[in-house]
């Protein structure tokens, strides 16, 4: 499979960068729907892409470069060849989303809400651009009767698990449940916990399936594995505090 979708005027054009473009975009159409579930103004929208983008951009290429030892110099602003992680992403876009809200005095825990669904969405179209860009698969599939697409992926002869199709299919339930979720919950905080905890939890499991050469490690530990155990965990926290609150809050009214 070509990772190069069409060259342009010698530009050579990656699925990868497609599939993060339409990732964005569909990100955006969703939040014109989900933003209402939380009184937030569609004009935010837009806004918030100008203050998510950039940190998000930033913190994936960091997050790469610390845990992976590189490059550096020049070469670290090469992302055109690769060497952007997701979760760096999500923190650089948390910080993003954090400073719109100080600015514009919102509750960040209401924007975030209708944010993750958002998130989920991108992600979901994000991982299929690392299958098309031959990263961030699984360990090698031994099992001849499962050497097939979708459920392998044959990277340089060797038929691997497609761990990045699984991340891109649960990443759409994910984004699904947190959007009817949205429309029935209505205390701030649960939907971005739920996330937390499904994304934590589902990245977890596939961080247990992932090749060495996909992963980034402190020491023998793989970072992703460490920090969606960590997720799933504040995630449980968040949604256990913002309950008790609201019960809290009923027993005094």
């Not at 030892?69 to 992302?79: H, L």
Request: hydrophobic content about 55%; proline content about 2%.
């Amino acid at each position: 499979m070509s990772v190069v979708a069409f060259t342009i005027f010698g530009v050579s054009v990656h699925w990868y960068g497609i599939m993060i473009a339409l990732g964005i975009i569909f990100a955006v159409l969703l939040a014109f729907y989900v933003f209402k579930f939380r009184d937030l103004k569609n004009d935010y929208i837009m806004e918030l892409v100008l203050w998510i983008l950039p940190p998000a951009i930033i913190g994936a290429r960091l997050y790469y470069l610390i845990f992976n030892g590189g490059p550096w110099g020049w070469d670290a602003f090469a992302i055109w060849k690769g060497g952007l992680a997701v979760y760096g992403s999500i923190i650089g876009g948390a910080i993003g989303v954090i400073l719109f809200c100080v600015v514009r005095k919102i509750n960040f825990l209401r924007v975030a809400d209708a944010v993750v669904p958002c998130l989920a969405l991108g992600q979901c179209f994000g991982r299929i651009g690392c299958c098309f860009g031959g990263c961030c698969y699984g360990v090698e599939t031994t099992n001849p009767n499962l050497m097939y697409f979708p459920f392998s992926l044959n990277i340089d002869g060797t038929w691997h698990l497609a761990t990045n199709l699984y991340e891109s299919f649960f990443c759409l339930i994910i984004c699904i449940v947190l959007v009817l979720m949205l429309r029935k919950i209505k205390t701030n905080g649960i939907i971005m916990g739920s996330y937390f905890v499904m994304y934590g939890v589902l990245r977890a499991i596939l961080e247990s399936f992932r090749d060495a050469q996909e992963a980034l490690f402190i020491g023998s530990l793989k970072v992703s594995l460490l920090l969606s155990i960590l997720l799933a965990v504040a995630g449980a926290a968040l949604i256990i505090t913002q309950v008790i609150r609201l019960k809290t809050k009923k027993r005094l009214s």
